[in-house]
């Protein structure tokens, strides 16, 4: 059994959907990140760093996106969530995860969470007013060049999609109009009426 | 063959150890950032982003530190630079590389590169202010749960290793004393007296 430590509107959802895509027997904690959960004692035995998500496995906790997902597919390759065989094909999407967890990720952290890497007021208001220029540039180079279409890596749905998905639902938020991006918001109109989406999106909204 | 660009002082460090160690047959592309040759039409071509590193391989191009590394160790099984049979420390080389890139890399870049999310030059000012301790805090983290000595991973050389030491080499120029960090000190000092690592920097410093 495999549990999920999550919190709505955050990174954790693509796990979450990739649990689910991948028939996983799992099952999920919350954390409420208006009381500070993420930081309580308890927590940060889990993990250290007080992020989510942190999967909790039989042999141990893992925590960043990229790593969740790609265990995910490995202990599920009967899902077909990742080219587990084609070591080429497999750096494709390490590489498309890295750029939405190292780039997109960070682009968007700079409306919220500024303080991560300046104590000025002042500079936290100027990295919220570029949030919408970095998230339109990163989306646009994820149109042009990084989504195959219709899924991210083409015609096979992967561990990629349910991240992809989980950063074009920031977008709106973050001032950037989907339909700039014709592929994007295809493929985000597609997610929503997965019913496995649906069904995660129902409990985290709950 | 395989063809990595790299520009000096950069994280293209990590994967030219990474193929250095791997025993790859590869050659090498230097990019003079001061020249702007990472934003030539030429380099954009091989890599939109204008980033490195970009490794060229027979099948297309990988970017991204953690895929590159990936793909090299995937691609040199004999040189055990990944636990490839093992999924869940696989995981753990990934949960790894997904903190130095999307965590540390950052706190780094913020001194340099504030005017990736900010157009304010006194928000710039604050940014670099906060590096040393945004940078002390990702290593006081690494040094009490990560790197498990005397490698990262524990007994085995990885491709976490060169990674590690590469962002261990910027800390005294962010203003970090790596002393803080025995663990942290002993690795970077036992890989600068690797011959292959003492290889790369002698063409990288060149």
Redesign the interface.
Known sequence: MLTLYYAPATCALASHIALECAGAAYDTRRLDFGKQEQRSAEYLRIN??GRVPALV?E??V???????L??IA??HPQAKLAPLQD??Q???V??FN??L???V???HA?KRRGA?????A??HE??R??VPQ?MGECFA?IE??LLRGPWVLGDGFSICDPYLFTLSSWLEADGVDIARFPKVADHYARMQQDARVKKVLAQHTA
Chains 1, 2 share one sequence.
């Open positions: 250290p760093k496995t042999r141990g893992i925590t960043e996106t990229p790593a969740v790609m265990y490995q202990a070591a080429f497999l750096a494709k390490n590489e890295s750029y967890c190292a780039t990720h960070v682009a700079h991560r890497w300046s104590d000025d002042g500079a100027s990295m007013a570029k970095n180079l042009r060049d």
